[in-house]
C-alpha cells in the first residue's frame, strides 16, 4: 500500500539483495545470527525441526528481518515477548562513515541499540542480528473460542482469554503461549489460544489434527469462523504450519484479490498457487491503482492500550466499518531509555487486566479490506478516514506502524511517536545528509533530493522534533 517514492529521492543505490542468509544457529546462546532479507518462512524451515523457533515469528512467509526490526513486527506470542524487534539481542549496523558497529543494550552502542526499532532504516544499515531463539514443540494445540455481543463485550472476551483479571500475567498455568482474535461483526467474534504440545499427545486417539498449511484447505480466517457455528473447539496444528497460518489467503485481503480462491474447487485444483507475491504485486502496481486503493481500501494497525480496545473497535466501526478485524495483543516494555514508542506514563498504578510493573499491554487492531461504504458503493474518502484514525491515535496514547499509508504532517508525527532518542543518535553518528529521517521516509507523495535535503535543514531548525 505504501509508496515508495523515497527511493527515488537518493543519488545512490545500495545493493542488499545478497544478504539473505541465516549466518548460525547457536544452541548454547538460544541466539539465531541472521542477515536482514531472511524471511519468515526461511527461517522456520531451519528451525523448527530443531524444535527451536525465534520467540516472535511474523505470521506471512514473506516478512524479512531486515523489515521486522527497522519497522513493525507482532505475532501471537507477542503479548510474553513483546514485538519481533524487542527479542533481537544485538545489531551489525554500517554508519554513514562506513564503520560497521555491534550495538547491544549494554555496550558503547546502546543508544543505536534502542534507536534502530521503528527507524525505518534511516540509522544506517542493518546487515545482522541476533535474535532470541525459545524452545518449542511439534504440534499448537488450539482452542477456538466464539464470543456473541456487542463490541465492547468482544472486547473483553478477547481480554479474557489470555490476560488473568487476577493480573498474574506471569503464570504460565493461566496466560497461553500464543493469542489471536477475529472480530467477523459488530456482534461476532472467535479468539484463538494456543499452546506447544508434543506429536505425542496431538496423536492421542480422540485428537483432531489439523493441516491448515495444505493448499487444498480452508482459507484460516473462514476455518477459524465455524465455531461462531458449532462452538468452542480444540485441534492440534502442526507448530511452522500454524506459524504461517494466514500466508495463503494474506489474512482476508485474498478474499478481494481473487474473489474465487476460497472455493472448494479453486482450492483443490490452484489452491498451491497462492498467496500471490507481495513484491509481485507492488512490481506490477501502476499509480492509478495505489492512488484507488489509497481512497477506497484500507492496511492499517493500530496499536493501542489494552483497555482502550473496546473503544478503538467501535471506532473502526463507527469511520470505517471493516470486517474482519483482526486483534493480537502485545507487550510494550518499560526501558531505560524512551524510544520512539513507549508506553503510557504513569500506567503501573492502575494495575489494569494484562500490564505488570514493567510493560504495559498494547493490541494491535489490525483493520485491512474495503470498507463498508465501498463495498455498498457509498461515498467514501479512505484519505480523510485515515487522518481522522491517526488523530484519534495521538489522542489515546496509540501508534500506527509506518508500513502503512500516512496523512501526518511532520508535527503530529512527532506527537505520535517520541523523537529524543532517534534525533539525537541521527546527528551523534552521522546519518543526516546520508539517509533522510523517517519522517520523509514514511510520508506519503514524492520526493527528490533537493526537496528532502531543505526538508532535513528547516527540520534541524524548529521544534518539531523536541519532546512535546
Known sequence: MRNVDYKRARHYEVDLSAFRNILEIDKQRMIA????????????????????????????DDLTVGGLINGYGIEGSSHIYGLFSDTVVAYEIVLADGRVVRATKDNEYSDLFYAIPWSQGTLGFLVAAEIKLIPVKEYMRLTYTPVVGNLQDLAQGYMDSFAPRDGDQDNPEKVPDFVEGMVYSPTEGVFMTGRYASKEEAKKKGNKINNVGWWFKPWFYQHAQTALKKGEFVEYIPTREYYHRHT????????????????????????????????????????????????????????????????????????????????????????????????????????????TPYAQMFTD???????GPVLRGEVFDGAEAVRKMEQWLIKNNSFQPQYAVSELNEK?????????????????????????????????????????????????????????
Open 365 to 371: 487492531v489490525g483493520v485491512y479490506y474495503a470498507p
Open 248 to 355: 495463503r489467503c494474506l489474512y482476508w485481503e485474498g478474499k478481494l484479490i481473487l474473489p474465487f480462491g476460497d472455493q472448494w474447487w479453486f482450492r483443490f485444483l490452484l489452491g498451491w498457487l497462492m498467496p500471490p507475491k507481495v513484491s509481485l504485486l507492488k512490481a506490477t502496481q501502476g499509480e492509478s491503482i495505489r492512488n484507488y486503493y489509497h481512497e477506497m481500501h484500507v492496511i492499517q494497525d493500530m496499536l493501542v492500550p489494552l483497555y482502550k480496545v473496546g473503544d478503538a473497535l467501535e471506532w473502526v466501526h463507527h469511520e470505517m466499518e471493516i470486517y474482519p478485524i483482526w486483534l493480537c495483543p502485545h507487550r510494550l516494555f518499560k526501558l531505560p531509555v524512551k524510544t520512539m514508542v513507549y508506553p503510557e506514563p504513569g500506567f503501573e498504578p492502575h494495575q489494569r487486566q494484562g500490564d
Open 412 to 468: 503530529d508525527f512527532w506527537r505520535m511517536f517520541d523523537a529524543d532518542l532517534y534525533e539525537h543518535v541521527r546527528r551523534k553518528y552521522g546519518a543526516v545528509g546520508t539517509f533522510m529521517s523517517v519522517y520523509y521516509k514514511s510520508k506519503k507523495g514524492r520526493k527528490t533530493e533537493k526537496e528532502v535535503q531543505e526538508a532535513e535543514q528547516a527540520h534541524l531548525e524548529t521544534a518539531y522534533a523536541e519532546a512535546d
Open 33 to 60: 545470527r541472521v542477515e536482514p532479507l531472511v524471511n519468515m518462512g526461511q527461517i522456520t524451515r531451519v528451525t523448527v525441526p530443531m524444535n527451536l523457533s525465534l520467540a516472535v515469528v511474523a505470521e506471512l
